[in-house]
């Protein structure tokens, strides 16, 4: 398997598991900033390499009511000083192909939405960056059509590629895992990380918005970590009952260490 590195982190391989977390989209400087500082120092605790994550602009949702977040411009300097105040490396994702040119400048990884994972003039000109490229499998997909995706990177010649599932339809407003999945990209040569929270979400399941269930996540984190993944995704918020964005699948801060101390002790026996 290929190691892609992104700042000071080794991922894929036979490095650490790594994580990929923070609030679903940006709600303001102070929470994005609190949350980093606080997702980082849990995981130094107990040994987990931290990138952070979090959208400027979230342009799917179901809704026109719904938060979108604070925008390109807003999102990426408060993203900027994630990155600068915590030395940690940050994630955000990109919706349109005219974005790319400022979003490069401050995210270490470029990721594409599940909804657009097939995008190909999306995806090359995110990959043209040179930078790491995290793409989401979409719900819609089977793992192995993932690879003529990982060919149209590679022909750019970035190699620096994350594939991440978060789960497939299983009818209308449900999603499952398969965990096989896990196993079928990684055998396409790059680090598969596992996006827990919204493996759980129920897809316009409150009607103009999604719904979630966040009771399986742990479980489902443990499993993907015994099964074999090389990163966790996960979305947290101090309150997520009263989180701007995604709330019903993300898991309360205050439980963030707890799940990372038994994902830890599972990678160690692995």
Same mark, same amino acid.
């Given at each position: 398997?290929?190691?892609?590195?992104?700042?000071?982190?080794?991922?894929?391989?036979?490095?650490? %598991?790594?994580?990929?977390?923070?609030? $679903?989209?940006?709600?303001?400087?102070?929470?994005? *900033?609190?949350?980093?500082?606080?997702?980082?120092?849990?995981?130094?605790?107990?040994?987990?390499?931290?990138?952070? +994550?979090?959208?400027?602009?979230?342009?799917?949702?179901?809704?026109?009511?719904?938060?979108?977040?604070?925008?390109?411009?807003?999102? %990426?300097?408060?993203?900027?000083?994630?990155?600068?105040? *915590?030395?940690?490396?940050?994630?955000?994702?990109?919706?349109?192909?005219?974005?790319?040119?400022?979003?490069?400048?401050?995210?270490?990884?470029?990721?594409?939405? &599940?909804?657009?994972?097939?995008?190909?003039? *999306?995806?090359?000109?995110?990959?043209?960056?040179?930078?790491?490229?995290?793409?989401?499998?979409?719900?819609?997909?089977?793992?192995?059509?993932? #690879?003529?995706?990982?060919?149209?990177?590679?022909?750019?010649?970035?190699?620096?590629?994350?594939?991440?599932?978060?789960? &497939?339809?299983?009818?209308?407003?449900? %999603?499952?895992?398969?965990?096989?999945?896990?196993?079928?990209?990684?055998?396409?040569?790059?680090?598969?990380?596992?996006?827990?929270?919204?493996?759980?979400?129920?897809?316009?399941?409150?009607?103009?918005?999604?719904?979630?269930?966040?009771?399986?996540?742990?479980?489902?984190?443990?499993?993907?970590?015994?099964?074999? $993944?090389?990163?966790?995704?996960?979305?947290?918020?101090?309150?997520?009952?009263?989180?701007?964005?995604?709330?019903?699948?993300?898991?309360?801060?205050?439980? #963030?260490?707890?799940? *990372?101390?038994?994902?830890? +002790?599972?990678?160690?026996?692995?």
């Amino acid at each position: 398997m290929r190691q892609v590195k992104v700042g000071n982190i080794n991922i894929g391989d036979k490095n650490k %598991l790594v994580l990929i977390a923070g609030p $679903c989209v940006i709600e303001s400087e102070a929470m994005c *900033l609190a949350a980093a500082k606080r997702i980082k120092d849990i995981a130094a605790k107990i040994g987990i390499p931290f990138i952070f +994550k979090s959208s400027f602009d979230k342009a799917n949702r179901m809704s026109l009511e719904s938060f979108r977040g604070p925008g390109l411009k807003k999102g %990426l300097e408060i993203l900027a000083k994630v990155k600068q105040k *915590l030395k940690v490396p940050v994630l955000s994702d990109v919706h349109c192909q005219k974005d790319i040119e400022e979003a490069k400048k401050v995210l270490d990884i470029i990721q594409i939405p &599940a909804f657009l994972c097939r995008q190909t003039d *999306l995806v090359i000109a995110a990959a043209k960056t040179g930078k790491a490229v995290n793409i989401k499998k979409g719900q819609f997909m089977a793992p192995w059509d993932m #690879l003529p995706i990982v060919r149209k990177i590679e022909s750019t010649g970035n190699k620096n590629i994350l594939l991440t599932d978060r789960g &497939a339809s299983f009818g209308y407003n449900n %999603l499952v895992s398969d965990l096989r999945a896990l196993k079928i990209m990684r055998d396409l040569g790059y680090p598969v990380i596992y996006d827990a929270t919204h493996s759980i979400q129920l897809p316009g399941g409150k009607g103009c918005s999604s719904g979630g269930q966040k009771e399986f996540v742990a479980g489902l984190s443990r499993a993907a970590v015994a099964f074999g $993944c090389d990163g966790l995704f996960l979305e947290v918020h101090s309150q997520p009952d009263k989180a701007l964005c995604d709330g019903p699948n993300m898991i309360d801060l205050k439980e #963030l260490e707890n799940l *990372l101390k038994q994902v830890k +002790k599972i990678e160690s026996v692995k």
